[in-house]
Every structure is written in structure tokens, then in C-alpha cells.
């Protein structure tokens, strides 16, 4: 006799957002760091992102340092460049992830391989057939050793441009480590450094690619065990493995088999309801954090990187504009989002003035309903020390601007 469907179980954004903040590791007191304890988190959070701007600090050090006491540098560079415990490739981004996890990366690496083949964008880097130019800047690689973009010389027709304007052994490059040729060996001033894959990563290199039906379990369990509670769309975007309908299939059958719950999740300001799937023993995971902290979230923090996730469980709408034109931000380049208990009660636009050891806090801008009282300045002057030191700033300054509207 089939399993009757169980009723969807109603669900707060509250406790929906104590669940993800548990299980992404903001509930807890920071942990010790060391390059083991990186390893840890990153496998914890499923993958942490590596980004270029570095007007406060890196992404993937300011999200480490948010969640390790005494995070230094040196601790993701060892695993991403001695102990190979992590490796860097792609999710919806550029992303430090573990190495126990490169078989189901070969499924992506085949996708990546005809990339060339069906995108007007790739073709148009190669200024041409782009078949010889991989197949030369692969052999150089091959005979030569690790190799950045820039010890490729581009040809004298091309002019040095932006950074989407790359000179076609760069593209090639990026072409061959993404679909798995190549391999990052480290960054110099963060630039990437490749070599064959199976001299960097020579086990994972050669163990067989998962098969499709593991791939799938893989990429959304994996999912919802760092979500706890999810819309199969959002399980699907996780990784970026697998396509929202493979996520519906494969929640409708883990709730069929009592390894998911059906929930209704209450949008944070409408109400609306969303219909979800969870963890059975979600409601363990519904930790309340510490309301006597407050935390600076990078942009692109796990927690707030699915805008619209954010935005339904919080309540919070918070745009990166750090590409919109000046003229236009509302708020500012780099602005951190502050969390507070389970709440995101504001933002702060900080830079790091590297010339003088200062870190410069434009804000604070609290949402609507949050009081600065004396405690919640403390607060935040305390979250303040601790970013100032976690960058390396001597001193910070706090500075009222306001802007545009208030949030």
C-alpha cells in the first residue's frame, strides 16, 4: 500500500531562517582556525566564494573570518595549494570547494567542454577557429609547467583591455580549466596559475566521473542538508549541477520515501505562503543565535547570496552595487549587511584605506523598526573591532552619510 502524502507542515520565516543560519554556522560561537578547521567549514558550507574585490577585503577571507577566531590567509591557502583538500572551480561562481566532491565536477567539465561550441561569447574571445589555440596553449602547458594568462603574450593586434577582454591563449586557459584539462596551482596577486590537472590534483584527475542518477542524489542532498529548509528551485541553484525540474523529481520522490517534509514557509513580509521541502528534524535546527552580537555579512556570503531567499526569509532587500554607477548607489560600493540574532537589522558601507591602516564605515543604516539604542551601538562598535582586525586595519572611523533613502 503507498505511503499517504503528509500535509504540509506551516513554517515562520523566523524559525525558516534560524534553520539556515544554524546549519551555514552563524548560530555559533567562531571556531578555532587552522588550515584543517578551513577544510571543516568549507565542507560544511558546501563552498565558499572567491572574488577579486578587494576594497575591504576578499569574499572568501572576509566569509572564513566571520565564521573562524584568528582566520589568516594561510590557512585556505594551504588547502588550495599544499594539502589540496579544496580545490577552485565553479558553482554560479568562482568558489573554493572540497576535493572530496571533483567526481561530480567531471559532469560540469563536459558541459564546460562545448562551451566554445555554442557560445557566441567564447567564440568571439578566440578571434577565430578556437580549436588551434587551445590545442597550442594546452601543449605549452603540458611542456612548460604552471603558467599564468599574462606569460602568454597576446598578438600584437590586440590591444590590453578590461577584464572581460581577454587575449585568446586567455580565454583558452580559462576554456581548459573549466572544462577540467587544466587545474588552478595557486594565485599570485590573485591571479590564477594552471597546470595539467592530473599533475595538480592527480587522484581526483583520474577517479571515474559519478554516474547521472548519483550526481542528482548528490547534488541535492547535499543541498538540502546546508539549507534545512528549501524551494526545489533553490536546491536546484546551490551548485548550479542540476536544473530545477531534476530538483522538483527528485524532492517529490525523498518526500515519497519520508526522507523530506513538506513545509509551507510565510514570506517574511507578505506572508504569502511557499511551498517548500525540509529537513525531517528541522525543528532541532531552529536554534535561536545570539542576540547580543552583531555580524558584518560579505556580499556574497552563503546566507544572503540567493537575493530573493533573503529577501523572503528576512524581509531584507539588499542590492551588490558595486557595479552600479555612483551616481546611482543607494547606499554605497561594498555594503555589508547586519545581522543581528536571526535578523538583518541594517548596512554599513566599509573600505579599507591600506595607506593609512584605516578602515573607513560609512552608516550605519538601520531598516525600518530598529532602534539604536546604547546596547546596539556597542554592539556594532564591537563588530567593528573585530572586522578592523580580521582585514588588518589599525583603526577604523565611522561616518554618517546619509543615503538616498534609508533602509
Known amino acids: 500500500m503507498a505511503r499517504a502524502m503528509a500535509s504540509p507542515q ?3 520565516a523566523r524559525d525558516a531562517r534560524r534553520v539556515l543560519l544554524h546549519l551555514q554556522r552563524l548560530s555559533h560561537e567562531p571556531m578555532r582556525s587552522s588550515a584543517a578547521a578551513v577544510t571543516a567549514l568549507v565542507s560544511q558550507l558546501g563552498y ?21 577566531e584568528g582566520y ?20 554560479h561562481d568562482a568558489c573554493a570547494i572540497p576535493t572530496a566532491w571533483y567526481p561530480h565536477w567531471k559532469h560540469r567539465f563536459a558541459r564546460y567542454g ?50 572581460w577582454e581577454w587575449h585568446p591563449e586567455k580565454a583558452a586557459l580559462e576554456h581548459l580549466w573549466r572544462s577540467g584539462k587544466l587545474a588552478v596551482v595557486k594565485r599570485e596577486r590573485f591571479e590564477k596559475v594552471y597546470d595539467l590537472a592530473e599533475r595538480v590534483l592527480p587522484a581526483s584527475h583520474h577517479a571515474p566521473k559519478s554516474s547521472g542518477r548519483a550526481h542528482l542524489e548528490w547534488a541535492c542532498r547535499e543541498a538540502i542538508d546546508r539549507l534545512g529548509i528549501a ?22 520522490k525523498a518526500v515519497k520515501r519520508a526522507e523530506l517534509v513538506p513545509v509551507v514557509v510565510a514570506d517574511a513580509r507578505s506572508g504569502r505562503p511557499v511551498a517548500c521541502v525540509a529537513l525531517p528534524h528541522f ?54 549587511p547586519l545581522l543581528e540574532g536571526d535578523e538583518l537589522i541594517g548596512r554599513i558601507d566599509p573600505k579599507f584605506d591600506r595607506a593609512n591602516g584605516t578602515m573607513t564605515v ?26 578592523a582586525s580580521q582585514i588588518g586595519a589599525a583603526k577604523w572611523t565611522l561616518t554618517d552619510r546619509l543615503p538616498k533613502h534609508r533602509a
Open 10 to 12: 506551516p513554517v515562520t
Open 48 to 68: 565558499v566564494q572567491i572574488d577579486s574585490i578587494n576594497a575591504l577585503e576578499r569574499a572568501h577571507h572576509l566569509i572564513l573570518a566571520t565564521r573562524l
Open 72 to 91: 589568516r590567509h594561510a590557512h585556505l591557502a594551504h588547502t588550495l595549494e599544499q594539502s589540496r583538500t579544496l580545490f577552485e572551480h565553479w558553482t
Open 114 to 163: 562545448v562551451r566554445v561550441q555554442s557560445s557566441a561569447w567564447w567564440k568571439s574571445q578566440f578571434k577565430g577557429d578556437p580549436a588551434p589555440t587551445i590545442r597550442r596553449t594546452l601543449a605549452r602547458v603540458r611542456r612548460e609547467g604552471p603558467l599564468r594568462a599574462r606569460d602568454f603574450e597576446p598578438p600584437e593586434s590586440h590591444s590590453s583591455g578590461g577584464w
Open 231 to 252: 524551494t526545489a528551485t533553490e536546491l536546484a541553484r546551490f551548485f548550479h549541477s542540476v536544473s530545477p525540474a531534476e530538483a522538483r523529481a527528485w524532492c517529490a
Open 283 to 336: 525543528k532541532e535546527l531552529a536554534v535561536a543565535p545570539q542576540p547580543d552580537r552583531i555580524v558584518p555579512l560579505c556580499p556574497f556570503d552563503p546566507v544572503i547570496r540567493e537575493r530573493a531567499r533573503a529577501e523572503r526569509l528576512f524581509g531584507f532587500e539588499y542590492r551588490f552595487e558595486a557595479f552600479t554607477p555612483a551616481a546611482k548607489r543607494i547606499y554605497g560600493y561594498y555594503t555589508l
Open 362 to 387: 560609512r552608516g550605519p543604516w538601520w531598516v525600518d523598526g530598529v532602534r539604536e539604542s546604547r546596547q546596539r551601538t556597542m554592539r556594532l562598535a564591537a563588530a567593528l573591532d573585530r572586522l
